[in-house]
């Protein structure tokens, strides 16, 4: 097996080039996005503030999520039962499992979320916070259809 020397060794990704985009009660940074790991993987970094909230009960067909909470208290539902986690706990959760989580404490919390393989997922926040932004109301259509362009299917 030989070394193509001239193919990049690594990608070093500061964190002021990392993109921030922020959300109701919460931020996410695109650390390593499936469009610098060449669909591999996609690594977010996910901060609430306290009491954020956060998504309800959902699932994805094409990829699976992996979280691991850095700070703080983050709840992990699968629809049936709630986990409360801290730091160092970790949730996987396959293609197609049913997941929800929130900042349900008086502390800020902060967690890794690994999408693999790397789905597109960043476009999906940047949508989100575009529509935050502009104060837009969507039609329960228009979230469906949403939703189904960036494969997130509510329960």
């Not at 790991?37 to 609430?48: E, Y």
């Amino acid at each position: 097996m030989s070394l193509d020397i001239d193919a990049p060794q690594a990608l070093f990704r500061p964190v002021d080039g990392v993109d921030r985009v922020p959300l109701r009660g919460a931020s996410v940074r695109f650390v390593a996005p499936g469009s610098e790991t060449s669909g591999r993987f996609g690594l977010f970094r996910w901060d609430m503030a306290p009491n954020a909230g956060g998504p309800g009960p959902h699932f994805h067909t094409t990829f699976s999520e992996s979280f691991y909470v850095l700070d703080g208290t983050v709840r992990f539902g699968d629809g049936r039962r709630w986990w409360g986690a801290t730091a160092g706990d970790y949730l996987h959760v396959p293609e197609r499992g049913v997941h929800a989580f929130s900042n349900a404490s008086d502390e800020p919390a902060s967690m890794l979320i690994l999408f693999a393989p790397g789905a597109p997922r960043e476009r999906y926040f940047e949508e989100l916070a575009e529509l935050l932004a502009t104060g837009r109301e969507l039609s329960e259509q228009e979230w469906t259809s949403l939703y189904a362009r960036h494969d997130q299917f509510t329960v």
